[in-house]
Structure formats: C-alpha cells, structure tokens
C-alpha cells in the first residue's frame, strides 16, 4: 500500500502547505500592527501546521508492515499521532492563544492598522478555503451515502482533524476581520483580545473532539455494530455452523479489523461432509459385528473430524475475508 492511497493523505499535505505559507503572512501582519488576533491568528496556524506534520508521520508510520514485535501491523500509529496533535491543538494552540488574548485584554496596545493585514486576512481565508474543500472533498468522496453529521461520525481521525481545524482555521479569520474592524471604527483594543480569546475557545473545543475520538481507537474500539452483526448473521448462515455463541472485535487500524469468535459446528453437517453419500453405511457394515473394526473406525473418525473442522475454518476465514475486506485478521474458537 502506498502512502498516496492512505484514508487521509491528500487533506494533511495540502494543509501543511497550506498552512505553512498562512503562518508566515500572518506573524508578518500581526508584527507591523501589534494585533492580539492576529498574533493569536498566527500563533493558531503554526499549531495547525505543526500539528497536521505529527498527523503525517502517523500515516506513514501506520503503513509499516507487521513483524515479530506487533504481530497485527503498526495501524493504530496513526491514532497515537493524531492523538499528540489534538493535545498539541489544545495546549499549544488553545492554551497560548488564550494566554495572549487575556494578557492583551489586561494590558490593551495600540494597534497600527494597514494594508499588511486586510492582505493577511484575504490570503488566508483564500488559502484556508482551498484546504477546508480538499478535506471536505475527501470526506465526501469516502462516505458518498452518508449526511455531513454521519461522515463526521464515520471519518478517519486524520482527515476529521484535518476538516476541522481548516474549518475552525476559516471561522478564526471571519472573527479576526470582524475584531480588526471593530477594534478600528470603536479604538478600543478590547474587541481585539476578545477575538484571541474566541479562536482560543474554538482550537479547545476542537482537540477535546479530537482527543475522544482517538482515545476510542488507542482503547480497541469495536467495528461498527451494523458490521458486526452483518458478520454473525454471515456465520450463521453456514451449514457448518450450528450458531456462534460469541464474537468480539478490535480496531487494528483506520478501516482495519481484528474479531474473535467461538461457534459451535453442526456434527450433522460434519458428519456428512466426512462420509458422505453411502459411505457411512458401508463403513457401518463393516464394523457393526467386529470390535476391532469398530475400534479403527473410532480412532479414524477422532482423526478425521478435527482435520476437517481445520479445513473449515479455513475456509470460514476466506469467504469472511472476500465479503468482509476491512477485517484484517479472524480467530475463530470452537465452544
């Protein structure tokens, strides 16, 4: 698998770029004027970029093959990483800008108005736009059945942060032109830090979402219960199968699922797939008067069964595999 073809790729690289270049032209702005915001701004787009490069290094990480020490794959690495860039959202962007907006709200500034951050401000609510629509795009893309609020229920950890914090990143430039402006037609810099002091609540609000969703992947949660469900009722609709008695699952990557499960098999359906057609009732002429025969047929039969229940297993595993493709790795018990 190629890192280009990994759920969430395009979005985090179109952001770090993105990003980037709008960190640059807004400390520039926020250093000619003295704004609060536009710091703030600033401040809020280097925690994005830093951010979206830890969500990238969980993406190539999570493709590294399995090996001796994590036997199921490196998939939740991407969970890990993500989990560092919402807590790096919430104390390095949240927490600094909240930090600066109330000490410019304690100790007001003037605030040098120019052309420098009406430019700032365009630019990146252009830039912050196209990023916010490559996010979106790909999340349309992956769930094209589903509403908004089911996408974001649905979507991977990286392109939700991603979609996120390009839409907060859009909001945060709406509420710096707003404070700009007021703060200019009123010349009170309390508008200002009031703006800082929003975008520090919005970039909160935003990782603590971040934060719960990757917690419930780094926990194991389950596949979805529709799927798992799907799953049993597959199981049970096998002529082996006389009923599954349990199944369990855990996330071992994004779309990537390991279950367990013990089932009971059918010794009809066994019996028949071992002797099958009118062997049984040659076997049982040969044996029914002698004891000795008898004995080697028990001990065949004791050898066979097992064999042929490995044997469907097997093929249980394959067929789960071809319908199922996100389910990565079964362990099927026998109750």
């Not at 252009?126 to 990023?131: D, F």
């Not at 508008?191 to 979402?209: F, K, P």
């Not at 194991?220 to 009722?233: H, I, K, R, Y």
């Not at 013990?262 to 057609?277: P, T």
Request: charged share 20%; with cysteine.
């Amino acid at each position: 698998m190629s890192l280009q073809n990994t759920s969430g790729f395009l979005p985090v690289a179109t952001a770090i770029v993105g990003n980037l270049l709008v960190t640059i032209s807004k400390f520039i702005a926020s250093f000619a004027s003295g704004s609060s915001v536009m710091f703030s701004e600033a401040i809020h787009s280097a925690a994005d970029t830093l951010n979206q490069v830890l969500l990238l290094i969980g993406l190539r990480r999570s493709l590294k093959k399995a090996d001796d020490t994590f036997e199921y794959g490196y998939g939740n690495e991407r969970f890990f990483w993500a989990l560092i860039s919402a807590c790096g959202i919430f104390f390095l962007g949240a927490g600094f800008t909240a930090y600066h907006g109330l000490l410019a709200l304690a100790h007001p500034e003037h605030i040098e108005f120019n052309w420098i951050i009406v430019a700032a401000l365009v630019f990146s609510g252009v830039v912050e736009s196209y990023t916010f629509y490559i996010a979106a795009r790909q999340l349309k893309k992956s769930f094209p059945h589903m509403n908004l609020r089911e996408r974001l229920k649905a979507a991977d950890s990286t392109t939700l942060a991603v979609y996120m914090e390009d839409a907060i990143a859009i909001f945060g430039v709406l509420v710096a032109i707003l404070a700009v402006t007021l703060t200019y037609f009123t010349e009170n810099a309390l508008w200002d830090a009031l703006g800082s002091i929003i975008i520090a609540g919005l970039l909160g609000g935003t990782a603590i979402v971040l934060i719960i969703k990757n917690r419930g992947y780094l926990l194991g949660q389950s596949m979805p219960q529709e799927m798992q469900d799907a799953v049993v009722e597959f199981l049970n609709a096998d002529p082996a199968i006389e009923r599954v008695t349990d199944l369990k699952s855990v996330v071992v990557g994004w779309d990537a699922y390991r279950i367990m499960c013990e089932v009971e098999f059918n010794g009809d359906s066994l019996a028949r797939s071992a002797y099958g057609g009118t062997r049984m009732r040659d076997q049982f002429n040969e044996v029914h008067e002698d004891f000795e025969s008898f004995k080697r047929f028990a001990a065949e039969y004791a050898d066979r069964i097992p064999r042929l229940m490995g044997r469907k297993i097997d093929e249980i595993e394959k067929k789960i595999k071809t319908v199922f493709p996100s389910i990565r790795h079964i362990d099927i018990e026998i109750n």
